[in-house]
């Protein structure tokens, strides 16, 4: 069961939060958790994660300083947004907060409304920031989800398309993480222009973490999309080898057994599943299809993509036995 999004509120002086704070709080449907002791604060944020940090400057002084310092140096606290409280406006003690760190410090200066206004906009930026991948800038797992949903409630016909590196591990092996984590970010690069620049605003790119994406697509769009994103993807990527291994076009490598194999450069395996002929009632089945379409795809040769034409049995229809994913190649 989920529970009601979490905000802290820190006063030392143990003093209710403001009255704009309470109704905003109350309006959103939030729950307000009021701490006296920073310390608290600090193993609430590391073990849940809430939603926002609220500190109350008159009464934490020094040490609210202290602990936004702290959080906002930590790389896994200073997600959680932190907002400094004040009762008085005074432009050094705002220089001071957004020293240490705090995303937003509310004074008296703004009217009420305003107030509120930009504890939303904090809320806000932050959903947004912590849902995009930090090396690509593509949208995570989070938004992937919310447009296949989309997708579905408006009963659109799409492609959801898992593509996924093949022999990357052992190009990160071979070459370094920073030359790995260059092919990630040109890999999102054909994938973003590629979707974009064909079908603009009916397209979307997300990036799952590592060398996993995704992109969904419109059905018809299918072919000219994937076999342009393969197409640019064999002709850039080899050139981030040396001219030794692209030459060769491939190299030797060691497996998990220590063994000299030959390992070939790099190829994009894409799976698509489509809602054309499948009946989904949530995302996570998209999901999970698109999973095995890509692991499908991984065993073909070369760069390729696959589409699921498998179709969900009708009414008093029994599924055929022993079905497959039949592919769609280039």
Request: hydrophobic share 40%; net charge negative; glycine share 8%.
């Given at each position: 069961?989920?529970t009601r999004?979490?905000?802290?509120y ?10 704009y704070?309470?109704?905003w ?13 920073p310390d ?14 609220l ?7 020094a ?14 606290t200073?997600i959680v947004?932190?907002?400094a ?6 432009t050094?003690?705002?220089r001071e907060w957004?020293?240490?760190g ?5 004074t ?10 930009r ?5 806000t930026r ?18 992937i989800?919310r447009?296949v949903?989309?997708?579905m ?5 799409f492609?959801?398309?898992y593509a ?5 591990k052992e190009?990160n ?5 920073y030359?790995?984590?260059?092919v990630?970010?040109i890999v999102?690069?054909?994938l ?8 603009e605003k ?17 059905v018809?769009e ?10 640019v993807f ?14 060769a076009?491939?190299?030797f ?6 063994q ?15 809602n054309?002929n ?12 698109a ?16 589409v699921?034409?498998?179709?969900d049995?009708e ?11 039949a592919?769609s190649?280039?």
């Amino acid at each position: 069961m989920r529970t009601r999004p979490t905000i802290l509120y820190y006063s030392a002086a143990g003093r209710p939060a403001p009255d704009y704070v309470a109704g905003w709080v109350n309006g959103k449907g939030l729950t307000i958790v009021p701490v006296s002791d920073p310390d608290v604060i600090e193993q609430m944020v590391l073990r849940a994660l809430p939603s926002l940090v609220l500190v109350d400057v008159e009464s934490t002084g020094a040490e609210g300083l202290a602990l936004c310092r702290r959080l906002k140096s930590d790389s896994y606290t200073a997600i959680v947004p932190l907002a400094a409280i004040a009762a008085r406006h005074a432009t050094e003690r705002v220089r001071e907060w957004f020293a240490v760190g705090a995303d937003e410090v509310v004074t008296p200066l703004f009217e009420p409304a305003e107030q509120a206004g930009r504890l939303d906009a904090l809320i806000t930026r932050t959903a947004r920031d912590v849902a995009v991948n930090p090396s690509t800038r593509l949208p995570g797992t989070t938004e992937i989800e919310r447009d296949v949903r989309r997708r579905m409630e408006a009963g659109e016909r799409f492609a959801v398309c898992y593509a996924d590196l093949d022999h990357f591990k052992e190009y990160n092996d071979r070459y370094s993480y920073y030359d790995g984590d260059r092919v990630i970010y040109i890999v999102s690069r054909i994938l973003h222009d590629v979707v974009k620049g064909m079908v603009e605003k009916r397209g979307f790119v997300g990036h799952i973490g590592g060398d996993d994406f995704i992109f969904i697509i419109p059905v018809d769009e299918i072919t000219p999309v994937c076999t342009e994103v393969l197409s640019v993807f064999d002709t850039l990527i080899p050139y981030q080898y040396n001219e030794q291994d692209r030459r060769a076009g491939y190299y030797f490598g060691k497996d998990r057994r220590g063994q000299l194999h030959r390992v070939p450069l790099m190829t994009l395996s894409i799976g698509i599943v489509t809602n054309e002929n499948r009946r989904f009632a949530h995302p996570a089945q998209v999901s999970e299809l698109a999973t095995e379409m890509k692991s499908y795809a991984k065993t073909q040769p070369g760069s390729v993509f696959v589409v699921d034409r498998r179709h969900d049995p009708e009414p008093g229809e029994e599924a055929a036995e022993g079905s497959g994913p039949a592919p769609s190649t280039r």
